[in-house]
């Protein structure tokens, strides 16, 4: 059976709340008991021990006063049942030859109460006794407190769990219906949208949207399609006109300027649009981990309530301990999946101009993996390459932060992988000969990534084993409208404003390459 997100939702909050709950109402409540009742037997035998050190001075001094005084040191406690001096007799046969030792009650206080010498502790007494021996008399105090108190606060704190485990019921409720309608309603209009735009209908739009990440991605989308729009009627206007333009030369530059501004406004969403092709199979991938935790965690949320039934604590204590581990996990993919909708939104953004603080390594891993996804769900043929292009990547983790444009690196970085991934594509396809069923086995298509420092500037280097530039058109690459692939697949800007905006942040952009072995493009970034 197929679970919605919205079903899923439900499922984690309530497994958490059961195991809150349950922990609350049966594993706490016991717990505290146990430790109640064993600080209460502590105080008992401690105040056992001061009235048997009174009476043992009290003995030694024949001060028989202080005995009397020493038993009534705890007369006014209220949960005071009785205390005993105990006496030791010595009882001898007839004929002197052998003896036993006989136990009996000296006093006694309050004086209603009769012990019995071999009296223990239950459940409505703690019993506690005390030896000492003088000179003069041996025996013990034995002291018994009343366990009201204990029985009252255990009352008390089963209430207060009730009360507690009842909160987080409705707390568990109140979250419940909050998630599912800020996340799980605007990620279902999001994607309705996205399907029908990717069928050509520029008009949808996400009509509403919070102010959390989820809403900036629900504006964001909408921006991007009014401008998918906008550029789409302006280069259908652009087309139109230069069709009919046959009347000068210069006539003819002027609109091809105005369509170089539009194609490269045009670039620039592309990338974008690229990027919105992978985003789902990025965010899929830790929403499968939460999906699959949450699901475990309902397994051990039943074997937590079978251990607890059973009496069986300790098991219970580490079926917890992993239901926490799960939560912890389940968190670290949910703040995973916050960081791809945060990159998302950073790359929509229009560029500020404004240099800040970024982890290149991070930044270059990203834009990585979402080139690679979002050529897969563009381009069908990308899935059908017959050889698999392997990904290596090697960060040099002193570098840390640089100050960039991050969204303008971003789009550079991602043209480069584009091209490294085609590159390879187009070798792995003509490595297969001419009747496609013996392939070159000595050929690994890799596309491989490193940063790493070069003097007082940030090496960033993308590589690759595809099919390389031919050495007489390698001056060229980098002119605008100039590009290799054939007509409708690149619109040879996209070298061309990746070496502008690596030039406008002080760096350089370098080429090695050789034809039918690869390329290696190397960007050098002040630090």
């Not at 309530?305 to 670290?332: C, H, P, S, W």
């Amino acid at each position: 059976m197929l679970l919605t997100l919205k079903t899923k939702i439900w499922l984690t909050v309530f497994s958490i709340v059961l195991m809150f709950s349950f922990f609350i109402l049966y594993y706490f409540p016991a717990q505290e008991g146990r430790q109640l009742l064993k600080n209460y037997n502590s105080e008992v035998q401690n105040l056992a021990n001061t009235v048997a050190l009174g009476v043992k001075i009290a003995i030694t001094e024949q001060n028989f006063q202080g005995v009397q005084t020493a038993m009534e040191f705890v007369k006014d406690d209220p949960r005071l049942k009785y205390v005993s001096m105990l006496e030791i007799d010595t009882v001898w046969n007839a004929d002197h030859t052998r003896y036993n030792k006989k136990l009996s009650v000296f006093k006694t206080f309050p004086e209603n109460e009769h012990p019995a010498t071999n009296a223990r502790s239950n459940d409505s007494v703690i019993v506690k006794k005390v030896p000492f021996e003088t000179s003069l008399l041996s025996g013990s105090i034995m002291l018994a407190f009343t366990t009201k108190e204990i029985v009252e606060n255990q009352r008390k704190i089963r209430a207060t769990s009730l009360l507690v485990s009842g909160l987080v019921l409705i707390i568990g409720i109140l979250l419940g219906f909050w998630l599912s309608r800020t996340i799980s309603v605007p990620v279902l209009a999001l994607r309705d949208a996205a399907n029908k735009v990717g069928q050509g209908d520029l008009s949808q739009r996400i009509k509403k949207t919070g102010k959390d990440e989820i809403g900036e991605l629900g504006k964001a989308f909408n921006r991007m399609v009014r401008e998918l729009a906008h550029a789409r009627q302006e280069i259908d206007k652009t087309n139109a006109s230069l069709s009919t333009a046959n009347e000068s030369l210069s006539s003819t530059v002027s609109e091809l300027k105005s369509t170089q501004a539009l194609l490269i406004q045009s670039e620039k969403l592309a990338s974008l649009g690229e990027l919105t092709a992978g985003i789902a199979h990025e965010i899929k991938n830790p929403l499968n981990f939460v999906n699959n935790f949450s699901d475990l965690n309902v397994e051990l949320a039943s074997e937590l309530l079978e251990e607890m039934a059973t009496g069986n604590y300790k098991a219970a204590e580490k079926i917890v301990k992993d239901i926490r581990d799960n939560e912890q996990k389940i968190n670290n993919h949910g703040k995973r999946a916050d960081s791809i909708v945060r990159g998302m939104l950073q790359h929509s953004r229009r560029s500020s101009g404004i240099k800040e603080p970024v982890d290149i390594n991070a930044l270059a891993d990203e834009y990585l993996r979402l080139s690679y996804f979002g050529l897969k769900a563009k381009d069908k043929t990308f899935n059908a390459v017959p050889i698999a292009i392997g990904i290596k990547t090697d960060f040099d983790e002193t570098i840390g932060s640089i100050h960039i444009i991050p969204q303008d690196i971003g789009r550079v970085l991602l043209n480069l992988y584009n091209n490294a991934f085609y590159a390879c594509a187009e070798r792995s396809r003509s490595a297969v000969n001419e009747n496609r069923k013996q392939q070159d086995a000595n050929y690994e298509p890799t596309v491989s990534v490193s940063t790493k420092m070069a003097g007082n500037h940030v090496e960033i280097s993308v590589k690759d084993n595809g099919v390389g530039i031919p050495q007489n058109i390698v001056d060229k690459i980098f002119q605008p409208f100039f590009t290799t692939k054939p007509t409708g697949q690149g619109t040879g800007l996209g070298l061309s404003l990746s070496y502008d905006i690596i030039k406008a942040h002080g760096g350089e952009i370098k080429v090695e390459t050789k034809e039918g072995e690869g390329a290696e493009f190397v960007i050098l970034l002040p630090q």
